[in-house]
């Protein structure tokens, strides 16, 4: 035990995060190996995929959530997600707090490390606020939820299937316990709503929750707050529109639908791919564009800090001010009076540019591994990514070493690129400044 500690001292905290996701997915894939937990045979390659797909709240599939599993191996499942959306971490603090136990200085590091913040003051009054709202929240779905499937499949499932989705669409999974996910639902305005605030909730992240919570007014509110905020509704409503406009006269997705439809189908898959990866259409249906523009969207993602991944939104929006600056001949960007750092834009590009290496890498491998068409082939690869969910149908036929190659890929994308980038980098601090020298790009 004393090398077992010492061990879990000396290590990062972004490796702590890292393994603390590990261990999720090893017991998940134990779990779903018992025999009461699947209707038949599965494979460890299977259970292991499940396991990392729902730690990592991606929702890709290689077997039948809804015919495959038993209601025991979707509980699991259902433990999977929400721990993985949440955070391993914060549910370990957030059971210390209701224990009473103190919460040790390492410990509020790891959190402040898990929650994107620049210091550990307050962080664990923003522990017990988040927790506080998640369980909130999903109560209150998960009661008008089962108000509309109760009476549809009885107390029983009503009430289970209602428990599931909410907790899958909270935590930005895109998990169903239906074979053809929501399709059946495309028109219900009910579950389109529901289960749409739900994901952009969850994706707006936990520090834009706290700070909504906390200041109430929008002078006060943050300058990441006000860009998540613009962001998300301009996306959201920008997607909608190019989506409903791209899908229209489309038979196999949205055109036999009447006007209402189109619009709630157009808007449903609008906002899943950032990244929740619940599908009301049949998403190998959709046309080409539609399936390029969505695979931007599953790329930008969600909020830092959220139950969502991607490279982030606020990224996408500080590199797009940047270059509007540099065009304009300006230096730092300033929004809202208040002006962006030049660290933060580093930053930035860095993680666009680690993002686009990563997903170039794997899905060269992947054009390799995959007897599909390559844009099947990089829409996986982005959905893995995005850990969206969302698949034109390639999941399913993928290889063992393909199922491999996409596992790593939605764990990458889960704890971060630039997370990942500085496990495996060994930092090296240095006080030294060389001269500069002319170096012509462009």
């Known amino acids: 035990m004393p090398h077992i500690r010492g061990f879990l001292v000396n290590i990062s905290p972004t490796r702590i995060l890292a393994f603390s996701f590990l261990v999720v997915i090893l017991l998940g894939t134990i779990l779903l190996k018992l025999p009461f937990a699947t209707t038949g045979s599965i494979s460890w390659i299977d259970a292991l995929f499940t396991a990392v797909s729902s730690t990592t709240v991606t929702g890709l599939i290689v077997v039948d959530t809804a015919t495959q599993f038993t209601m025991f191996g979707q509980i699991v499942i259902m433990i999977m997600i929400q721990i993985g959306g949440i955070g391993l971490m914060t549910f370990a603090v957030f059971i210390l707090l209701i224990i009473g136990k103190k919460i040790s200085l390492r410990q509020r590091i790891i959190m402040t490390e898990a929650f994107n913040q620049t210091n550990t003051g307050g962080i664990v009054q923003l522990v017990k606020l988040l927790m506080k709202f998640v369980l909130t929240v999903e109560c209150i779905a998960f009661l008008i939820l089962s108000f509309r499937w109760v009476p549809e499949y009885g107390w029983k499932h009503g009430i289970f299937n209602s428990l599931f989705h909410t907790v899958s669409a909270f935590n930005n999974a895109g998990f169903s316990t239906w074979t053809n996910n929501l399709i059946d639902y495309v028109a219900d305005p009910v579950v389109n709503i529901v289960l749409s605030f739900l ?199 993928l290889s063992t070493l393909g199922k491999i190659l996409i596992m790593i890929l939605m764990f990458i994308g889960r704890i971060g690129p630039l997370t990942f980038a500085f496990m495996l980098a060994k930092p090296h601090d240095t006080h030294v400044r060389y001269p500069t020298d002319q170096v012509f790009t462009g």
């Not at 996408?316 to 600056?325: D, P, R, S």
């Not at 304009?328 to 993680?351: C, H, W």
Request: proline residues 2%; aromatic residues 12%.
């Open 199 to 397: 994901f952009i909730v969850g994706g707006l992240g936990f520090t834009v929750i706290a700070d909504l919570i906390r200041s109430k007014h929008w002078r006060s509110f943050m300058l990441h707050t006000k860009m998540m905020i613009i962001g998300t509704i301009v996306l959201n409503i920008a997607a909608t529109i190019i989506l409903f406009l791209l899908e229209y006269n489309n038979p196999n997705t949205i055109g036999t639908l009447d006007e209402t439809g189109k619009w709630f189908a157009s808007f449903f898959q609008a906002v899943s791919p950032r990244t929740a990866g619940f599908n009301t259409i049949n998403t190998g249906e959709m046309e080409d564009a539609s399936l390029v523009f969505t695979m931007s969207l599953m790329f930008i993602g969600a909020g830092s800090a959220s139950t969502g991944s991607g490279i982030k939104l606020t990224t996408a929006m500080v590199v797009l001010l940047a270059t509007i600056n540099f065009l304009r001949s300006k230096s730092e960007p300033v929004l809202y009076g208040r002006r962006i750092q030049t660290e933060i834009i580093i930053r930035s590009l860095a993680i666009i540019m680690i993002s686009i290496t990563v997903l170039f890498i794997f899905i060269f491998l992947l054009t390799i591994t995959e007897e599909a068409p390559f844009l099947a082939v990089a829409f996986e690869a982005f959905s893995a990514f995005g850990t969206v969910g969302l698949s034109t149908g390639l999941t399913f036929d």
